[in-house]
């Protein structure tokens, strides 16, 4: 078992004829993602790296069946892009997008919330199940499937658990990216609620970062029904308050987004938070090994 | 992006929203020619000269080299050049700046709302922001205008209030005049502030605000509602929208290296300490500082270098870290996803080659596609390059380095 993609998921690439997409579809389909098509507006009836081309997401769900969607749109255009996503009935809308505006996503938010699909992102590195899709931006080879559930705010910081927990012979049962950006869809306490029910996932890592309280609701909920161990890292410790560190959210405006702050919350809440990010595969060999 | 208080205040107005009007000038002179303009304009005979840096505190503050504060009351038009030349030039340093202080360069010659008349006159606090757990706007108030509200916050938690605007049908009339009521207004002023909410979060959202601090909002003695200063931040994403408001950018107001890695497209923070990074990736840029301090370092900067680290990009990246002479040693931390590191490598090696000059020691990390090799091809250089693959590896050579 897995969570949200598998290699049953029928996917498709908004954004698909563009250069990103271009790039990222095809990795996707070299590690044999199910990708059944993808949605440019105005190039539908073309046929491109083998797959058919639709001008709306809602040709698309007609024509192929697809459930699972993933966005290598501009950010001007990405939050009408999630939307129709989600008006065409994708059950999963995966958007990479970095640089959309925040009052873009607060409507978007507010659309999603009605409806019964799921955000992941955006500013994200998409999802992965090890072995079975990658619909993402995430380098496959350093994937193995395994048992640790992965969920990050970070896109080179994932690579690092999942290369470590790899290494480790762990392996991985679903990575999620669920971005950097002041608000996304799937939260950190979202991620968490389903690896914990995930058969296959024995162990979680949570890595987190500077700002917002995503991680300490998480760990609140861990506390009172988290069934499996749980590893988690915050980056930024180091990090000056008041500045915006990379990612749109990664900023300190009160003193319980610090690091320190929230690591001290997740040590409460039984999380085994490791200082040094080269620790991560090995505490979690450790506590599941 | 932040706004100076003049520049928010344009905004403000643009939108409706009333404020203590003011003309901006550079010069002792023009701000005399600002004032009589203003008196023309308003009847004002008293105007208030407020220093434009980005740092809160100004009132408080002080000029370095004259002794004046940042914000003076003149009580005169024959006063104004006189507190203008205090002002202007100098640094202001105030509770939030370096001990250095800010250059003024711009001073807001605005008019004297204080007036004694027919009522008491208030102040109040109102921001608008992004509630980031809900996903919503919100706006913040209090009765407790023109002081610190983190004080106030702490002090007196029950005087913040806050509303929630619903995404779906926007601010309604309801929160408007539960907002006034709650500010103590009655009346005409009651009816003034309600309006004044409306028009600000117009303004939030017309011009795509990541912060509105109105403080204080004043209610003048003959019951309008103004904002007396502007702390305005506006969506960096969202400026390809307004690219009017994207000329407000005072670049004089940012770290000169900090604007120069902007723009050649590079993410960087200037920090403090002895050891500098370059690393693909933000998390793990903050992750790899994390790692300077915990192996015994100080981490110099941020940088996260992005998807490229050819030697061009490479070359960029080390010339920015070494500006700042405090750094003793560059760590490089790829992790090759779909760059593939023997590339990256290459990329460190004529960057050396080409600089000729690096005189601090260089640890490169590499991991992720084509590690080894990229391993090997340091390694065999003949360069004063450590060469590592794991992370365990690079925070024990940065110890090494550092002790």
Known sequence: MSVLVNKDSKIIVQGFTGSEGTFHAGQMIDYGTNVVGGVTPGKGGQTHLGKPVFN??????????????????????????????????????ICITEGIPVADMVGVKHYIDQRDCTLIGPNCPGVMTAGEAKVGIMPGFIFK????????????????????????????????????????????????????????????????????DLEVNAARWIKEHGTKPVVGFIAGVTAPKGRTMGHAGAIVSGEDETAEAKKRVMRECGIHVVDSPAHIGSKMAELIG | MNLHEYQGKTILKSFGVSIQEGLVADSAESAYEAALHLTEKTGTEWFVLKAQIHAGGRGKGIVTETGSHGVVLAKGIDKVKDVASGILGGHLVTAQTSAQGKLVN????????????????????????????????????????????????????????????????????????????????????????????????????????????????????????????????????????????????????????????????????????????????????????????????????????????????????????????????????????????????????????????????IIVRLQGTNATEAKKLIDESGLEVTSVILLQEAADAVAAVVA
């Open chain 1, 56 to 93: 709306t997401v809602q040709d698309a769900v007609k024509e192929t069946g697809a459930d699972v969607s993933i966005l290598f749109v501009p950010p001007a255009f990405a939050a009408d892009a999630i939307l129709e996503a989600a008006d065409g009935g994708i059950k999963v809308i």
């Open chain 1, 145 to 212: 499937p395994g048992t640790v559930g992965i969920i990050s705010k970070s896109g080179t910081l994932t690579y690092e658990a999942v290369d470590q927990c790899t290494k480790a012979g762990l392996g991985q049962t679903t990575a999620i990216g669920i971005g950097g950006d002041p608000i996304i869809g799937t939260t950190t306490l979202d991620a968490v609620k389903l690896l914990m029910a995930d058969d296959d996932t024995k162990g979680i890592v949570m890595i987190g970062e500077i700002g917002g």
């Open chain 2, 106 to 361: 711009k001073v807001l010659v605005a008019q004297d709302v204080y007036y004694p008349g027919e009522s008491e006159i208030e102040e109040f606090y109102v921001s608008v922001l992004l509630d980031r757990s809900s996903g919503k706007n919100i706006i913040m108030y209090s009765p407790e205008g023109g002081m610190d509200i983190e004080a106030v916050a702490e002090n007196t938690p029950d005087l913040i209030y806050t509303e929630t605007i619903d995404p779906g049908v926007g601010l309604q009339a309801f929160q408007a005049r539960r907002i006034a009521f709650n500010l103590g207004l009655t009346g005409m002023a009651y009816k003034q502030m309600s309006k004044f909410i409306f028009k600000l979060y117009d303004a939030y959202v017309g011009c795509d605000a990541s912060m509105f601090e109105i403080n204080p909002v004043l209610k003048t003695s003959d019951n309008k509602i103004i904002a007396v200063d502007s702390k305005v931040s506006l969506d960096e994403n969202a400026l390809y929208r307004h690219p009017d408001y994207a000329d407000m950018r005072d670049k004089s107001e940012e770290d000169p290296t900090e604007l120069e890695a902007d723009e050649i497209g590079l993410s960087y923070v200037n920090l403090d300490g002895n050891v500098g990074c370059m690393v693909n990736g933000a998390g793990l840029a903050m992750a790899t500082m994390d790692i300077i301090k915990l192996s015994g370092g100080e981490p110099a900067n941020f940088l996260d270098v992005g998807g490229t680290a050819d030697a061009a990009r490479v070359e960029q990246a080390f010339r920015i870290i070494l500006k700042d002479k405090a750094v003793k040693a560059i760590l490089v931390n790829i992790f090759g996803g779909i760059v593939r590191c023997d590339r990256v490598a290459q990329g460190v090696v004529d960057a050396y080659k080409n600089m000729g000059n690096i005189d601090v020691p």
